[in-house]
């Protein structure tokens, strides 16, 4: 048994089969998802999907895309959010400084709000970055001890992942680790640790390699976990198993 720990099924483009995605993923033996938002509306349909189907959770958050739209009010409807017993994270929050779609004094903002407002429901964040390393890593040590979550779709180097993992946080991996040219994230999941690795696929993004072109969906999660067993040179179960234990305990899932 695996678990996506991080899909927008919420997305448009699962609107015309989402059951049968949720069915297929249950066959592939995912059979738990972490529905990640994006903003105020993706978090409310995460919530809401969590609430209606047997192994969906939600992360509720303000993507740094979306940065700009976060006021009192909106952290105020995500702590309400929050109150649902699905709610397993804080997520996604985070720097984005590839596509810049929100300033970055507003990202940082939005991003330092929303760990502070984990750190005050007692959840773990699930962080998004991309060429922002050096501002993440500076904003997360300030909330060494306080905070624990997750380097969602890591991409960053092996010196990033050592630093991270110093500060208690996990790295997840996705689907681009089975992409012949991703030399960097092979060695790194060759190297880490696998009590401190999970698997996700970022659905409906990101597929594995043999999906390339496709939607990606939970279904295909099964892709990146075999690669991963293979760079590590165990079996599947073995992968399967710890990985679950880790998302387990970090989103306290019963
Ligand atoms: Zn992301
Ligand atoms: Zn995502």
Same mark, same amino acid.
């Given at each position: 048994?695996?678990?996506d720990t991080h899909a927008h099924l919420?997305?448009?483009?699962?609107d015309k089969d989402r059951e049968k995605v949720m069915i297929r993923a249950r066959e592939a033996h995912v059979n738990r998802i972490?529905?990640?938002g994006f903003d105020v509306d993706g978090s409310v349909e995460g919530v809401k999907l969590a609430e209606?189907?047997?192994?969906?959770?939600?992360?509720?958050?303000?993507h740094p895309h979306n940065a700009i739209q976060l006021d009192q009010k909106v952290l105020n409807k995500l702590r309400e =959010? &929050?109150?649902n017993p699905k709610v397993v994270a804080i997520g996604e929050i985070g720097l984005d400084y590839y596509r810049d =779609? &929100?300033?970055r004094e507003a990202q940082k903002k939005a991003f330092e709000a929303q760990l502070f407002l984990a750190e005050e429901l007692e959840l773990p964040v699930v962080i998004h970055d991309r060429e922002a390393y050096r501002d993440v890593l500076e904003i997360i040590s300030r909330f060494k001890g306080k905070i624990k979550g997750i380097m969602h779709c890591f991409s960053g180097s092996k010196d990033m992942a050592e630093q991270c993992i110093k500060l208690g946080f996990l790295v997840s991996f996705a689907g681009n680790v089975t992409y012949p040219n991703a030399h960097n994230l092979h060695q790194i999941a060759?190297?880490?640790?696998?009590?401190?690795?999970?698997?996700?696929?970022?659905s409906p993004w990101l597929p594995p390699q043999e999906m390339r072109g496709k939607r990606n969906e939970?279904?295909?999660?099964p892709l990146t976990a075999k690669k991963i067993a293979n760079l590590k040179g165990i079996c599947l179960d073995e992968l399967a198993e710890t990985t679950t234990k880790n998302a387990e305990a970090i989103f306290k899932l019963k």
């Open positions: 048994m695996l678990v919420q997305w448009t483009s699962f972490v529905n990640v209606q189907h047997e192994g969906l959770y939600a992360a509720v958050g303000i =959010l &929050s109150e =779609l &929100s300033p060759e190297w880490i640790d696998l009590r401190k690795a999970l698997l996700e696929t970022d939970p279904s295909f999660l």
